[in-house]
Antibody, heavy 117, light 111 residues
Framework: EVQLVESGGGLVQPGRSLKLSCAAS????????MAWVRQAPTKGLEWVAS????????YYRDSVKGRFTISRDNAKSSLYLQMDSLRSEDTATYYC??????????WGQGASVTVSS | VLVTQTPSSLPVSLGDQASISCKSS???????????LAWFLQKPGQLPQSLIH???NRFSGVPDRFSGSGSVSDFTLKISRVEPEDLGVYYC?????????FGAGTKLELK
């Protein structure tokens, strides 16, 4: 069974850092691009970042460029999102998902991030 | 790429047909000839469910009352006979150009 399990969410002060993890199982992790998608409270879905099979290529939305870093460890079947210089507008539920021609074939249950003093 | 999804709200009766439009500001046809447009449903308090990928291909387990169509930059999701479990917010996503962009969502609700 394909599973994605996020962890690492929580309450953090503005300007501080947080690192999300996504543990994958049930499929060959290294065969997939992976992505992070977020959803602020009462808002729509928003793509955050994507990473290629081996981590050699990464892509970010403008509002997180220079502050967030997506990475992966294929040996551990894990995806990460290092979030630095957090802002209140980064408050959201963060989902990891698979990125392929059948985009979003699997979704994690989400990790809640609240940025507040 | 700007993705414009309409309507933002769609009141329906059970058994009705429902239609949602998604238009992009650029062609969503990749160099390989495949068009990368997907549809998702999010029910209240739940994570998104994947319905359709590459314009018209249903994910496993998605009922055949859901159908996707369109080409280049103009796409439609149709639900042939709305059932109670279809209510929620629908999103389209273009995934050919970075940054990837979702539509703003269409809330399918009862009249």
């Amino acid at each position: 069974e394909v599973q994605l399990v996020e962890s690492g969410g929580g309450l953090v002060q503005p300007g501080r850092s947080l690192k999300l993890s996504c543990a994958a199982s049930g499929f060959t992790f290294s065969d997939y691009y992976m992505a992070w998608v977020r959803q602020a409270p009462t808002k729509g879905l928003e793509w955050v970042a994507s990473i290629s099979y081996d981590g050699g290529s990464t892509y970010y939305r403008d509002s997180v460029k220079g502050r967030f870093t997506i990475s992966r460890d294929n040996a551990k079947s894990s995806l990460y999102l290092q979030m630095d210089s957090l802002r209140s507008e980064d408050t959201a539920t963060y989902y990891c998902t698979t990125e392929s021609s059948s985009w979003g074939d699997a979704w994690g249950q989400g990790a809640s991030v609240t940025v507040s003093s | 790429v700007l993705v414009t999804q309409t309507p933002s709200s769609l009141p329906v009766s059970l058994g009705d047909q429902a239609s949602i439009s998604c238009k992009s500001s650029k062609s969503l046809v990749h160099n390989n000839g495949i068009t990368y447009l997907a549809w998702f449903l999010q029910k209240p308090g739940q994570l998104p469910q994947s319905l359709i990928h590459t314009v018209s291909n249903r994910f496993s387990g998605v009922p055949d009352r859901f159908s996707g169509s369109g080409s280049v930059s103009d796409f439609t999701l149709k639900i042939s006979r709305v059932e109670p479990e279809d209510l929620g917010v629908y999103y389209c996503l273009q995934y050919v150009h970075y940054p990837l962009t979702f539509g703003a969502g269409t809330k399918l609700e009862l009249k």
